[in-house]
């Protein structure tokens, strides 16, 4: 076994009656990295964080941390997790101070190293104004900040966030999704779940796709998308129907592949980019007016839209006021 | 010394948000009062009041601790604040032991209500106190415990509530601290002597009027049996029902 890597999950299977939530995956997380899974709601993605975090028991599989069996000595495994859950779980009743200031006494620290710890979190955080009102008095986006907050007062060597940036507004989310990565670069691994393909995107320096219970495919974004890349594509709109225009323009670029897409848009698919400057000499010959020229990027969406099958509709795309 | 700081904060963290709030305290108040206001009316005023005593402190402490325990644990649940201390490097017999030991104190203090009480009205000269908090404590202790195991099996905060009462009625009945178990009929009285409250007011009884039906030892003895069973009942369930 390499003890390097920080997590290590093998053929991780859980089974409630006949129901599969997760089917045998496998995967590592390497220490100060940022490892994301994304799928769908109800692809397991919690049901997997519960039992590497000892709150599930697993059907079949292992689990280490830091070269420690995670099922058999679960609390010497616990001490070296920072877990959040989908859910801001903290007193309401307590001011933020206190919160954190309790969450660190479960993990034995002492009364100065704790308030100081607090402190320091709350003003890293931007919460030091509010750290005195009860947690009830918070907003979506500040509970969620300090319920992290309050996962890593003890410092820990992994990180557990599930869904953090769910619920939450745009403005909150691109806050948070900075202090992760904040949190990255001061040498805290990750291990980070969400339905949301921005935060992947952004934030993880690896990605598995889970989808019913199973990893179909993991990678960095830049891996993903090659194993994808089908060519570059560039995208023109004319003033002409795309149809009319394909045959006669395949023929003028053989390397390439033109099809019409819908209305008066055309694709280009080449093996290498394609220069704009004949394309567009083409069309001036022809008298063509051309009002838009663009190359298409391949985007992660169609990445896993391409290796999962699934609509990207399942997974959901940030909206302005999603969440409140 | 980790685990006893992470103790000392979870049994502090309780006092401070349950135990110490001023509505709980009231209640726990308000009972043995009013509960002593009745018995003292129906008698128009000719109660004994040492005889009286040590059912009052009984029944004042089950109802004190019972329902505290399932009830904040089943809120803490439903919170899912209790995740975190379920998940904290911490034993479960630590945790636990921490979240029970805030109930068993609220329990002592509610005792103490009615001692004050009585005391205006008689001399309290000859009451084995040693013996007397010993049993309150393990009536005490006992009786958390089985709200500890109501908090591992209900779902509900109100469902705790009504668990409690399921258990607690009876028991207030059938355990000696309304009447002697000796005049209840046998079959009664044998399921009595299934519920550890009846030992415990026995005890108490011997320390304040000095009248007992067994000996003290006996009931030490069954209480902590009751205690191991309860204890390990409620291990059982979280290991084997919450972590599944
Ligand atoms: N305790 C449970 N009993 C039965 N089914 C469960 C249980 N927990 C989760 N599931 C099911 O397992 C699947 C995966 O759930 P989950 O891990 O929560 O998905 P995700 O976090 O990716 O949205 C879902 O279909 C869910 O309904
Ligand atoms: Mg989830």
Redesign the pocket.
Known sequence: MDTKEIVNVSNLK?T??D????NGISFSVQPGEIFG?L????????????MMIGL?KPTEGSITIDGIDAQKHTKKAQALMGIVA?ESNLYDEMSGFDNLCFCASLYGMKKEERESRARQLLEQFSLAQAGNRPFKAYSKGMRRKLTIAAGIIHYPRILFL??PTTGIDVESARQLRELIVDLKNHGTTIFI?T?YIEDAERICDRIAF?VE?KIVATGTVEELMESMSSGHTLQLVTEQDAQELADDLQARFEGSKVSAAKGNTLNIVSKDRIPLLPVMQYFDQKGITVYEAKELRLTLEDVFVKITGIESGHLEKEKAGAGK | MSTWIAFWNILKKDMKNYYLMPSNVNWGIFFPVSWTLTQFIRSSGNIDVLEFLPGLMAVSVLFATTSMLSVTITFERKGRSFERLLLAPLSLNALLLAKITGTILFGLFIASVPVLLASFFVSLSGVNWGMAYLSVLLIALTSTLIGLVIAVSAKEVFEAQMMSNFFRFPMMFLCGTMMPVQKLPALLRIAAYCLPLTYGTDILNRSITGASALPPLACIFALAVFSAILFGASRYTINNKWI?
């Open positions: 859980k409630y009656g129901f599969t939530a997760v899974f799928g769908p709601n109800g692809a397991g993605k919690t049901t997997t964080i519960n599930t989908d599930d869904e779940t339905h889970i219970g | 599944s």
